[in-house]
């Protein structure tokens, strides 16, 4: 079966500041993973993904991410944190073998203060 | 521009009374999914369509219906709310739910009463 976790519930930096959250996955066939973002009262909206290639994806709004096949894991990273970063961050997962469907973590909340 | 746009924003209802949430497309997307979102549970997905007259569950199905009769449209019905389904629902479809990323509706918050 799939599965995402999100290991942090939040994570706290320092505007100025390198930035990461953890994301690993589980899948049975070939992982298809991506980032979303939400801000308040919004829906999601897209960050990146990784299909294949690259290990490294760069996405929008400075964002990148790292997908690590031996580790199982998609971290999402950012080389300069802005305060306007600060929102709900969702790591997902497909996994076509399993049916068409998306499999979110439970989110990590990003804190950037000034 | 490209949208989903789903319909109400804001929705309070009472046990029982069977309601109707929209959703529509307007980027001749194949694939359109719903999900529910809860604290600490992230997004659960209820349904999705691959289609036309194809639709399948997902990981919470229990209590909700969908239909797809036309490509631009993915109503969720709850036929008797339950407050247990209170929560903040979501639309989202893509190009084929192959590889390409999904585009989200606002969003809809339910109250069940």
């Known amino acids: 079966a799939q599965s995402v976790a999100q290991p942090e519930d939040q994570v706290k930096v320092a505007e100025g500041n390198p930035l990461t959250v953890k994301c690993t996955y589980s899948?049975?066939?070939?992982?298809?993973l991506f980032w979303y973002v939400q801000y308040p009262n919004r829906g999601l909206q897209f960050l990146l993904k990784y299909i294949t290639g690259d290990n490294l994806v760069k996405g929008s709004y400075g964002f990148e991410a790292e997908f690590n096949k031996s580790q199982t894991s998609f971290h999402l990273k950012k080389p300069s944190a802005l305060v306007s970063d600060s929102a709900l961050y969702f790591c997902?997962?497909?996994?076509?073998?399993?049916?068409?469907?998306?499999?979110f973590g439970a989110g990590t909340r990003l804190f950037v203060k000034a | 521009e490209a949208q989903v746009t789903q319909n109400p924003r804001y929705l309070i209802t009472v046990t029982g009374k069977k309601l109707t949430v929209t959703c529509s497309q307007n980027?001749?997307?194949?694939?359109m999914s719903w999900y529910r979102q809860d604290p600490g549970l992230g997004l659960r997905q209820i349904y999705y369509s691959m289609n036309v007259e194809v639709t399948d569950k997902g990981d919470v199905p229990e209590g909700y219906k969908v239909s797809r009769k036309e490509k631009r449209n993915f109503p969720l019905i709850l036929e008797s709310p339950s407050p247990n389904q209170t929560s903040l629902y979501f639309c989202?479809?893509?190009?084929?739910?192959?590889?390409?990323?999904?585009?989200f509706g606002s969003g809809t918050q339910l109250s069940v009463l």
């Open positions: 899948v049975s066939g070939n992982p298809y």
């Open positions: 980027m001749n997307h194949e694939y």
């Open positions: 989202a479809s893509s190009l084929t739910g192959a590889v390409e990323k999904l585009l």
């Open positions: 997902a997962v497909r996994d076509l073998s399993g049916g068409f469907k998306t499999i």
